[in-house]
């Protein structure tokens, strides 16, 4: 997959519209029953964006960061602001040697639980140089049995896939994570459509992005 490890402007970001969404086909029977399959085990986020107000030197950067995707084709990282936190959350177990970052959604009265892989994690050393100038990032932390275990010499993480190597085997530990974290997405559209409202006064209503699944 196209993907390029550069995060959009968290500003552009900031007050973008978005959640879950599922693929459903229903088919609608002569009596009014419906017989209904879900083709997706878990959900898939979509954003919407409507940037207003921008200046010309916004444009300018905006529209050069769509023409470095090329529209729908490379993938990035993106800031959801009400998604990008985790506290103590289980590391998922791929061996006893690796875990995967995720979290889950539990649902309160069944407590069915639908788990989101966290491939983007954001360390940082990356805040502070390539991904982006950002307040809101603490470090990747891991516990082991509710103690506070440090990297060094313990375990690795690799940023562009959210899996963490153990040096030694970690069967029967609890291991949880907190820190931040991007969403891989791709723009939803081949076309930007900017508009000029007045001098040095642009917009582009409707910047939309898929999140991708990996």
Known sequence: ????????????????????????TVVELPSGQEFRRGWWANGRKKWRIKKELLSRTEVKNLEAFFRNMKGKLFGFRI??????????EPVGILTNTAGQLQFRY?????????????TKPVLVADVNNSVDSDLYSPDIVLKRNGTVWPSSGN???????????YTVSQAGQAITWSGSYDWP??????EAMFHREAADIHDWSDISLIELKQ
Do not use: A, C, H
């Open 1 to 24: 997959m196209s993907f390029k490890e550069v995060r959009l402007d968290i500003k552009i970001s900031y007050d973008s519209q978005g959640g879950p969404s599922y693929k459903t």
């Open 79 to 88: 800031r959801d602001w009400n998604s990008y936190l985790i506290v103590d």
């Open 106 to 118: 539990i649902e309160p009265i069944t407590n069915s639980i639908e788990i989101q892989k966290i």
């Open 155 to 165: 375990w690795t993480l690799n940023r562009t896939t959210g899996v963490v190597t």
């Open 185 to 190: 997405v791709r723009l939803d559209t081949d």
